[in-house]
């Protein structure tokens, strides 16, 4: 027990039936977990960006949602707005990736394509919710783009509109995050009259921030959680700007999100040198969690290897 209260337990119990085993590789700590360790003691074993290898050698991500596939938003294809998933995510209501191995939903296994390495392939899981933040707003080759936010999910947003050809701009207030940024593709001077504003800080100030800086008709996307209310004004209005909230990931134009989101890492050989900044072993889970938090200790990402 640590003075963080986070503690580094045995597993218990039996495997799911029907499940896999994965032996974790590496997990990532995000925004969420921490928020979560501030509500308190975790029924569940954290980490939901998390990659390992199956019994049979396969590498993969794990995909942290358990999507029924039966409900009507499942059958078209959009799977974060499943009627059933909130009970079903890997480190929220389920036994998640913070854990040297754990058991998963065969469907959940995604393999990982040929040639990346699996180290980092925790990062999947961040660039899946920006690529679905991307997709949903329509960004396409060509746009000007603005993601506010330089936090892993607004870093990761940005390799996902370059992955689909926008030209990208990135206002952050870290230097060392918007650093990285600019070697994801980013340029840091920052415009206005964007076709599209993607916020991944999901607050009060960054979504007008957001509205401001969109062009009149643009489309303002919502990446960052929103943990507390927002309102809008009258530039929104006036501007008639369409505003899409994003979760999750699901298919677009047919193709899976999550899946993609490995191919994006496949491309960006510089991304996790930019992204996964600490690293800590299981041990150490509690340091990682207060290093993830301290802003003096300059984190991106910090990742738990077993
Ligand atoms: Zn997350
Ligand atoms: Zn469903």
Known sequence: MTGDGIRVVP?????????????????GICGTDLHLVGLGP??????????????DGT???????????????????????CRQALGSLYGIGLDGGLADETWIDPACA????????????????????????VDRTGVAGGMRVLVIGDGPIGLCTVAAARYRGAE??????????????ERLG??????????????????????ARSVRLARPGGTVGILGTYWSPISLG??????????????????HHGVDEFAEGADILHSLPDLPDAVNTHRFGLD???????????????????????
Do not use: W
């Open 284 to 306: 150490d889970a509690a340091e990682a969690f207060r290093v993830a938090a301290d802003r003096d200790e300059r984190p991106i990402k910090v990742v738990v290897r077993p």
């Open 42 to 55: 975790s029924a569940v074993i954290l980490g939901h960006e998390f990659c390992g290898t199956l019994d």
């Open 234 to 251: 009258l530039e929104f209005q006036m501007k008639e700007l369409t505003l899409v909230p994003s979760f999750m990931y699901g298919h």
């Open 11 to 27: 597993s218990e119990g039996e495997p799911p039936v029907g499940s896999v085993r994965v032996r974790v590789a590496s997990s």
């Open 59 to 81: 590498a993969v991500a794990v995909l942290p949602v358990v999507r029924c596939g039966t409900c009507d938003r499942c059958r078209a294809g959009q799977e974060s707005q």
């Open 168 to 181: 990208v701009d990135l206002e952050g207030r870290r230097p060392y995050r918007t650093d990285a940024g």
């Open 110 to 133: 995604v393999r990982l394509p040929d040639g990346l390495p699996l180290d980092h392939a925790n990062l999947v899981e961040p660039l899946a919710v920006g690529l679905h933040g």
């Open 186 to 207: 980013a340029s840091v001077t920052v415009g206005n009259d964007y076709d599209v504003v993607l916020d991944a800080a999901g607050t009060q100030e960054s979504t």
